[in-house]
């Protein structure tokens, strides 16, 4: 997939016999462009953009890479690679493909320590997390912009509504993902559509509300269970789920699954209230 960004082409030349930088009769000179309108609101001006900043996080992917950073739109102004310790030549890649981008060491193992690593790092107003192994599209980053800019805190992508879809998902996943989904809008009294996919964007200044501490993939879910119990507004949008382009995948659908669980169970309302009593009591 690609995107094309619309060429704006500037005419000059003449019309008639007159110049084109001309000023037309009966107007000075000076008067070129359009006078601001007398009774247009401040509300009404276009608001400034925000930063954005893209945490990529990668192990070994140099072959996936140059595919990535080649789809990233222009609106994006920060790149930062959380580099896990990688063998191949993923920084190498990085740097020609993208000679601005930051590459961080990741500290400690695992997708949450490196996710958590790169938000540290992180210098935009928004922050945008994406996979390096391909299955996510970086074309679809201006939706999740779109959401910020109207109002929402926190924005995840879901294969599961209109527009969205998977050309990765096992059956065995996709069991999985709907187990854990029903438990996470039961405890939380809500109707998200998708819970394990990482493809998400974030005010930064709600990082501390977010409360991130998880180690491996269950970050992911946690981020949502935070950012649900922080009553943040949440936004969900249709994203379309690749296959990873080159390698094997690092999830282990089991595991990881046990750990999103228990992460769900630990992170519900008013358990932290409780353990907390509990250990008071000791």
């Not at 740097?95 to 992180?122: C, D, E, H, M, Y």
Request: a positive charge.
């Amino acid at each position: 997939m690609s995107t094309t960004l619309p060429r704006i082409e500037r005419r000059t030349g003449t019309r008639g016999n007159r110049r084109a930088d001309e000023a037309p009769r009966g107007r000075r000179a000076t008067d070129r462009g359009p006078r601001p309108h007398p009774l247009r609101r401040q509300d009404d001006l276009p608001a400034p953009r925000h930063t954005v900043s893209l945490v990529v996080p990668a192990h070994n992917e140099a072959r996936n890479i140059p595919w990535v950073f080649e789809q990233i739109p222009r609106c994006v102004d920060e790149v930062i690679l959380v580099d896990g310790d990688s063998s191949d030549a993923t920084l190498r890649m990085a740097a020609q493909i993208l000679p601005t981008v930051r590459s961080v060491p990741q500290q400690g193992a695992g997708k949450g320590n490196a996710l958590r690593t790169g938000f540290r790092a992180a210098t935009g107003e928004y922050v945008v997390m994406l996979d390096a192994d391909g299955s996510m599209w970086p074309g679809e980053i201006p939706h999740y912009l779109h959401f910020l800019d109207n109002g929402y805190d926190f924005v995840k992508g879901s294969r599961f509504v209109a527009g969205g879809g998977s050309l990765d998902l096992t059956p065995f996943r996709s069991l999985g993902n709907k187990a854990l989904l029903a438990v996470v809008n039961r405890l939380y009294d809500t109707l998200l559509t998708d819970l394990c996919y990482g493809y998400c964007a974030f005010r930064r200044s709600f990082l501390e509300e977010l409360d991130l501490r998880s180690t491996g993939f269950e970050i992911e879910a946690e981020m949502v269970a935070h950012a649900l119990r922080s009553g943040l507004r949440i936004a969900e949008v249709p994203s379309l789920e690749l296959p990873r382009r080159n390698g094997r995948s690092h999830l282990h659908a089991v595991s990881d699954g046990r750990r999103v669980l228990r992460t769900l169970l630990a992170e519900r309302p008013g358990a932290r209230s409780a353990a907390t009593v509990a250990a008071a009591g000791r």
